[in-house]
């Protein structure tokens, strides 16, 4: 710029002021509602090398945001990049205002820097036209109606990326040079004021968002005392959940990877939060948060597959929002559903979600000849319903027993079982869910089967709600999927024939992190969907969604199942009793070519020699 005039160091601290008043008054009220809201049940910042860890790899390298969509997230991460380099140059910059010039009186370091800037600049500047085509011109679905404000401030970092590479093309002090500085700087103070009114806001919360998200995937709060029944209104709402719902980048992963939004339904779990956010600026603190701003229908249409919190790029988790605001409606007598109803008076009635009578579980064990667990086994093994009443459940229970007598492994199952209360729990029904998982809490601990002991279950839903959902009932145990299990031993099991596809069930994969031990045991001949791993397409059966009638639009199941198929497989592979029992309603639909569909156990115990070595001795 050269040196200043009186008036232009008036002027810019004028614009300064004026900048920064906006700026505050704009996220002056943001940070009161953070910081207002009521403190998050149970929370407690501890962990912090992982959550350190995670800061390093989701904010400062940009992973995740590279890792779902590489080319826009590359770019992203270059403009992300190049504003954390351009942070002493921006001090510089305005401290000339100020007739102080810190880069030159650095000396060589100081051009050095400045020059390593440049190449950040030209970097940026290519990075923010892209997303600005991308977004404006592009358009993909997921993003949803585009704000012109976002236009806006992608104009002004393209503006500042270029003033400042003019910076070295221009003179010094000479017109032209002070109009390029002049322009650099209103930009800088324009940018300013509009970073709390855009989503650009994630620029400041993000990071704090990251850092202090609730540990574990899908953690759902507990619930603080009889006054606490969910997320009603504005009383409420937890520091985190408004520190994320502010937080939100609308970037649409979430919206991309919802199977329900996919299939035509109202639940888009990007606008969730979008609408908790709008509800805390609205500032009516008596009004419920379903209503106006999320709608009710939405939140029931969830799956709780976790494809949106697992794709997030700024921490939000949308499965304790969304499971807050169904225990709001259902804990508050709110939520008018008939087939919801049925289940939940099923379940206080018989004891499992299938509405059977507790005489069949026993009929079916003595008919399999299932051993009773008294103590002395290596493991407990857990029915759950869907083991205990349905008979491609029961199939896989048989299954499973047959390959761990084989091995030698030693178990048995317990002589009464009530459900676990996951579909309760998912529905948000804490009432119910609590007098089931003390129910089950009291079974186990009756049976002899303490914290410590070795539990397996053939569902994924049971072993996440005794392992973890449980504590709410004062204790949870140590269980574990049957392909767990069954991996450590998988070189002394038959690997199969044919070609399978394997379909991860989201409360295995995402929930669980288990991708590699059931693909372990399915041999060589293995082929991959489209969708796999961390973005595995949801059965459709979780959330209590099985049990709540028709599904509006395309049904999630026919959609997968079509996928699976597609691969021209001969099996499907299953390794949850949900998924089976959806996939298994949708394949006369999807195709006529015969595919079998099995699961995981069963594909193990039909390469098992016919005649085994007898049971193990207790």
């Known amino acids: 710029m050269g040196e200043s005039t009186v008036a232009e160091t008036v002027l810019l601290l004028v614009l300064i002021a004026v900048s920064l008043s906006l700026f505050w008054r704009r996220f002056g009220p943001v940070l009161r509602i953070i910081r207002e809201s009521r403190a998050e049940p149970g929370f407690e910042l501890g962990q912090l090398g992982p959550r350190i860890g995670n800061f390093v790899w989701e904010v400062l390298l940009q992973a995740k945001v590279i890792r779902d969509r590489p080319l826009p997230g590359l770019a992203h991460a270059f403009v992300f990049w190049g504003f954390l380099a351009f942070g ?36 940026v500047a290519i990075s923010i036209s892209g997303l600005f085509w991308r977004r404006f011109v592009t358009r993909p679905r997921w993003l949803g109606n585009v704000s012109v404000e976002s236009g806006v401030i992608a104009g002004l970092i393209f503006l500042l990326m270029l003033t400042y590479l003019l910076r070295f093309t221009v003179v010094e002090g000479s017109i032209f040079g002070k109009a390029n500085w002049w322009a650099h700087t209103l930009a800088l103070l324009i940018f300013l004021p509009l970073i709390p009114h855009t989503k650009h806001l994630h620029l400041l919360l993000s ?42 980048v609308e970037c649409g992963r979430c919206t991309e990877q919802c199977p329900a939004f996919n299939t035509g339904k109202v639940l888009n779990p990007k606008q969730v939060i979008l609408g908790l956010r709008d509800y ?30 697992e794709s997030c790029p700024v921490g939000i988790q949308h499965l304790p929002v969304i499971i807050g605001l169904r225990r709001g409606r259902v804990n508050t007598g709110e939520w008018e559903d008939s087939y919801g109803t049925k289940l939940f008076l099923t379940l206080e009635k018989n004891g499992n979600s299938l509405g059977f009578a507790a005489s069949e579980r026993t009929k079916f064990i003595e008919r399999a000849a299932l051993p009773i667990w008294d103590g ?39 002589r009464k079982e009530r459900c676990n209360g996951d579909p309760a729990r998912r529905l948000g029904n804490d009432l119910l869910f609590g007098q089931l ?55 002394r099991l038959p690997k199969p024939d044919g070609s399978i596809v394997y379909h991860d069930p989201c409360y295995l994969g995402r929930y669980r992190n288990v991708y590699d031990q059931p693909r372990s045991l399915l041999g060589n001949n293995l082929i991959e969907p489209g969708r796999t791993r ?59 070519r015969p595919v079998k569909l099995l699961d995981i156990a069963q594909i193990i115990a039909a390469g098992l020699p016919s005649v085994l070595p007898s049971a193990p001795t207790i």
């Open 534 to 592: 961390e973005k595995s397409f949801c059965c459709g059966a979780g959330g209590g969604m099985m049990f709540l009638g028709e599904e509006k639009g395309e049904r999630v199941n026919l959609n997968r199942v079509k996928e699976l198929v597609d691969t021209g497989a001969e099996t499907v592979a299953a390794a949850c009793p949900f998924c089976q029992s959806m996939f298994r309603d949708a394949l006369g639909t999807v195709t006529d």
């Open 280 to 309: 805390l600026r609205d500032g009516n603190t008596s009004e419920p948060i379903v209503g106006v701003h999320v709608l009710e229908e939405a939140i029931f249409q969830c799956t709780t597959c976790g494809g949106c919190e």
């Open 437 to 491: 998982a003390e129910s089950g809490v009291e079974g186990l601990q009756s049976a002899g089967v303490g914290p410590a002991q070795n539990m397996v279950s053939i569902c994924p839903h049971c072993v996440r709600t005794l392992g973890t959902d449980w504590s709410e009932a004062g204790a949870t145990f140590a269980i574990e999927h049957h392909t767990e299990l069954l991996a450590r031993f998988a070189d």
């Open 88 to 123: 002493l140059v921006t001090l510089s910059h305005v401290a000339e205002g100020f007739h102080l010039h810190l880069m030159r009186n650095a000396g060589a370091l100081g051009q050095l820097y400045s020059g390593f800037v440049a190449l950040w600049a030209i970097a």
């Open 376 to 414: 002395s086994q290596e493991y407990c093994l857990w029915l759950g319903c869907m083991g205990a009443y349905d008979p491609k459940g029961r199939d896989t229970i048989q299954s499973l027993a047959r390959v761990l007598n084989h091995l030698g492994v030693t178990f048995g199952v317990l």
């Open 207 to 248: 990071p704090a968002a990251i850092f202090a998200k609730r540990q574990g995937f899908s953690q759902i709060p507990h619930l603080s005392g009889d006054e606490d029944v969910g997320l009603v209104a504005r009383a409420d709402v937890t520091n985190i959940d408004a520190l994320q719902a502010f937080s939100c």
